[in-house]
């Protein structure tokens, strides 16, 4: 091989990979406290942590959760029905691979009311105790990885289910026995667990300095059956009395075991898997916590904010608190979100759509995501609908409407998104814009942000339907006693609600409305469904052929909108 052709591959090699996800996070529900664990089961994402409520981005819904909940998927919306609550931290989480339970581990006596030492399955579907799967341990758990029947756990027990087991065990998913051969030992803590993608091996990390009495320094492998260790021994990032290299937390793929690193400064290691040599490693500024390997990237958590690495120019990367790797060669990848505050990310999983963040973090990208984040894959992702119309009003003004009228306006001032959104202000007379649909329709999703400064008496409208004639067919409003409602012009009928609605806040609100046979009306306020305003109503046969914004009635009030949209189909937070 000639010099040349050899530089040429060198640099090849050198160029990071594409980011394929989206690194502002999608607008879901968030938590008060440290998210540990995340798992995605289904239609569900599933949280543990030190948290005591949830609530949507805006703080304008804010319900109780103990340390354990679950999000809508598709909407990012808290589960209503969905609700074990633990008495204390949950460190860890996993799915039965039916996908029908959730275990978790933690610093926890009891959940949902039942006694529950450190160790639990819940059902995904209903969140119900499995009063027949019962494994207490002596003291935290903290790692736990399903492979097959097998549950392991790591964690600084010395006892499961009253039997010796110092930091590591194996039980039965279904019945929670423990395995009698499974019984390796750690000196020190246990932090995380992960199958090999071939179910040869578990990886251990972890405080430790010895497996089963054999030399293994936070980092080694397990028969999956008998426990045995393997010979398969990395070289430790460091060996340091204090502030030690600890091993936080592993991932695997056929190839690599990529390693999240504490210590001096913190570092992301890959080993190889047939013979645990390093492949590479990155440096940080600040301990690596969380890793998880997706589609040729290493994705890294940790409190790191000013360093991850270099740039393939040789620049020092800036990454505050998540970044990538290339997976094959460690080139620091261009995913960059700003995570901000406290301690950071403390754990990181995927879907073939998204990329899922928990941690100590209160904003990502200058959004208020706290402690929980969801990242859309550009790739990946399920196509958008089309769309019916949409107005982020990022034009300056209103041109996208058939017709505006009054005080309504794009200004700059008051905004949800971009540099413009439409703002009412009259006083006494009428502000409102309707548009023309591009055909008639007999089922219709609006979507639209809203904020309300000031607002007269009676009922103030913030959107409607209408026929192609411009006779109305439906209202949203919000009461005069400041609660959610709607109105059935073709009826004559109000329906209300007893979802509030604060003056100086954001909110966001859609509804289905349907007409013909099987009329009806669907609501909901920042992705969570309002009780009282799903309905069937009749409306009539004429279909849905223009959409109003904000009240044309002669009104005083002050109403901001932002990301108006209507679709055939539910509209994305």
């Known amino acids: 091989m000639t010099a040349g052709v050899a530089l040429l591959l060198v640099l090849a090699l050198a160029v990071p990979a594409v980011a394929e996800v989206d690194k502002t996070p999608d607008d879901t529900w968030t938590a008060n406290g440290r998210v540990n664990a995340v798992v995605t089961v289904g239609d569900r994402i599933y949280l543990g942590g030190a948290f005591t409520e949830v609530s949507n981005r805006s703080g304008s819904q804010v319900v109780a959760r103990n340390r354990l909940a679950a999000f809508d998927a598709t909407t990012g919306a808290v589960v209503p029905d969905w609700n074990p609550g633990a008495n204390d931290e949950v460190l860890a989480l996993a799915a039965s691979e039916d996908g029908s339970r959730l275990f978790a581990g933690g610093r926890f006596t009891s959940v949902g009311g039942e006694q529950r030492l450190r160790l639990a399955a819940v059902g995904t579907a209903d969140g119900a105790v499995d009063r027949q799967w019962v494994a207490h341990a002596s003291w935290h758990v903290r790692a736990l990885e399903v492979s097959g029947s097998r549950l392991y756990v790591g964690g600084m027990f010395a006892k499961i289910k009253g039997v010796d ?7 039965d998913t279904v019945t929670s026995a423990l395995d009698p051969t499974w019984a390796p030992t750690a000196d020190d803590q246990v932090w995380a667990l992960k199958s090999a993608p071939d ?64 210590g001096p400064g913190g570092q992301l290691h890959a080993y190889r898997a047939g013979d645990a040599t390093r492949a590479w490693r990155i440096y940080a500024d600040g301990d690596v916590q969380s890793v998880h390997v997706r589609d040729g990237l290493v994705y890294a958590g940790g409190h790191f904010y000013k360093r991850f690495g270099n740039n393939p120019d040789g620049s020092q990367a800036v ?6 790797a290339d997976a094959v060669t460690g ?11 406290n301690l950071g990310v403390w754990t990181i999983t995927s879907t073939p759509t998204h990329l899922y963040i928990g941690g100590d973090f209160t904003s990502v990208e200058g959004a208020p995501q706290r402690r929980f984040a969801r990242f859309a894959d550009l790739a990946n992702a399920p196509p958008a609908p089309a769309g019916v119309f949409a107005d982020g009003f990022e034009s300056g003004d209103l041109s996208r409407w058939t017709r505006a009228y009054g005080s309504l306006t794009a200004q700059s001032e008051q905004v949800f998104t971009g540099a413009y959104a439409a703002r009412a202000t009259p006083e006494g007379a009428r502000a409102w814009a309707w548009r023309e649909l591009p055909e008639p329709y007999d089922e219709l999703y609006y979507r639209l942000r809203f904020r309300i400064d000031a ?34 012009m073709a009826a004559g009928v109000n329906r209300s609600s007893a979802a509030p609605v604060a003056d100086g806040r954001w909110y966001e609100a859609q509804v289905r409305v349907r007409t013909g046979a099987g009329g009806g009306v669907d609501v909901w306020l920042d992705g969570a469904p309002v009780a009282g305003l799903s309905l069937a109503e009749d409306f009539g046969s004429s279909p849905i052929g223009r959409v109003q914004l904000a009240d044309d009635g002669l009104r005083t009030h002050d109403l901001t909108f932002d990301d108006v949209a209507v679709d055939t189909a539910p509209v994305a937070p």
């Not at 087991?165 to 039980?171: E, F, G, M, Y």
């Not at 080139?331 to 505050?341: H, I, M, R, S």
């Not at 339907?465 to 409003?477: C, E, I, N, Q």
């Open 199 to 262: 179910g040869s091996r578990v990886y251990v990390g972890g405080f430790f300095r010895t497996i089963s009495g054999e030399s293994r320094d936070y980092l080694a492998a397990l028969d999956p059956v008998s426990g045995a260790v393997s010979s398969w021994r990395p070289t430790a990032a460091c060996i340091r009395d204090r502030n030690p290299c600890n091993v936080l937390d592993v991932d695997a793929d056929g190839d690599h075991v990529y390693a999240a690193v504490a």
């Open 331 to 341: 080139a620091v990848d261009a995913f960059d979100p700003v995570v901000e505050t």
């Open 319 to 324: 990454r505050r608190r998540l970044a990538a």
């Open 455 to 488: 607002r007269g008496g009676g009922q103030t409208y913030l959107a409607k339907l209408r026929r192609g004639d411009g006779s109305p067919l439906f209202g949203l409003f919000v009461g005069s006693d400041g609660r959610l409602g709607y109105r059935n």
């Open 165 to 171: 087991r110092l930091r590591l065990a194996a039980l």
